[in-house]
């Protein structure tokens, strides 16, 4: 029997190709059986599911299931953010790069998430606040280059092609890398100055199943923005860059800067595009801080909340033989 009594199932209906909608009728039936009783809202226009996910404990909820994709997620995340009372929120994946499901190791196919909502582990994770648009963000604002290849990356391509729009969008801009001056100062007043052409300023930085860290010393759990500077003027040095992160190896590299803070002002020489989890949010100056705790989330077995390293999905261990 399930520890949860009453869910609501916020679903996107144009994400994952309209399967939103099929997979909150079965989810439902589902939760039925196990004795949840589940309530769809479907999305019809920008903030539904913000605020849905503030009002659902107030109505009674103790479990909150989104069925869409990054956005989706955000918004709902957005919403129990503002909330007084924190409950679980699940997550279904059927967006387009499902980065929030890969980075809380929860499973990849739809399918095999439905199974594992009822006896998952929950865990509070910080959230990111930008207080100029009053807005809130769970994994990243990317400043420069990053920008550029999402507002490059159009919604009616990324429903044909996926993830792969991403992907001929970062090498059409990496072609085109534009330096900029940068200062960023921190909660205590303290000024850092750069050059470079991104700026990444991650509450959640890593995904254990790929044993992949934006950042070394990345947490969601810290109460602390992970900030990343890239600088280089080549397409070749930003490419090593880029591989020294994927490989963790960005601490030996002069082109990478690493440090935290729990607020940052952001100031750039042109001004540059800012995104925050996929969406547009203008140009520079950039503010925002972490809210601690904002919310909680159902994460997969995998999923690791401190800074051990975790096998990615593809390594093998070599048997042993007995000893004799």
Do not use: C
Not at 176 to 202: C, W
Not at 241 to 253: A, D, E, G, H, Y
Request: aromatic share 10%.
């Amino acid at each position: 029997m399930s520890n949860y009594k009453k869910a609501l199932l916020i679903v996107n209906p144009v994400a994952g190709q309209g399967w939103g909608p099929r997979l909150g009728q079965r989810l439902k039936r589902s939760l039925a059986f196990r004795d949840v009783v589940g309530s769809i809202e479907v999305t019809q226009g920008q903030d539904d599911a913000k605020r849905w996910a503030e009002s659902a404990a107030a109505k009674d909820f103790d479990l909150i299931v989104v069925i869409g994709g990054d956005g989706t997620v955000g918004e709902v995340v957005a919403g129990q953010t503002l909330s007084d009372k924190k409950i679980p929120i699940a997550i279904i994946p059927v967006g387009t790069a499902n980065v929030v499901s890969l980075a809380l190791s929860l499973p990849w196919f739809p399918g095999l998430a439905t199974d594992k909502i009822l006896e998952a582990r929950t865990l509070l994770f910080d959230v990111g606040y930008v207080p100029q648009q009053d807005r809130y963000f769970f994994l990243m604002a990317a400043l420069g280059y990053p920008a550029r290849v999402i507002n490059d990356s159009p919604r009616h391509l990324k429903n044909l092609f996926g993830i792969f729009t991403y992907l001929v969008a970062g090498v059409r801009n990496a072609l085109n890398l534009d330096e900029f001056q940068i200062r960023i100062q921190d909660e205590q007043g303290e000024n850092r100055f750069f050059r470079g052409n991104t700026i990444l300023v991650s509450n959640i930085g890593k995904i254990n199943d790929l044993n992949f860290k934006i950042n070394p010393h990345t947490s969601a759990h810290d109460g602390k923005f992970d900030l990343t500077v890239i600088s280089s003027r080549s397409v070749w040095s930003f490419l090593v860059s880029l591989f020294r992160i994927i490989v963790s190896r960005q601490n030996k590299s002069s082109l990478v800067h690493n440090f935290q803070a729990g607020k940052v002002f952001i100031q750039t020489d042109p001004p540059v595009q800012v995104q925050i989890d996929g969406e547009d949010l203008g140009l520079t100056p950039f503010e925002a801080e972490i809210h601690p705790h904002g919310v909680l989330l159902v994460v997969g077995k995998r999923y690791s909340e401190n800074d051990r390293k975790v096998s990615p999905l593809w390594a093998f261990k070599r048997l042993r033989k007995p000893h004799s």
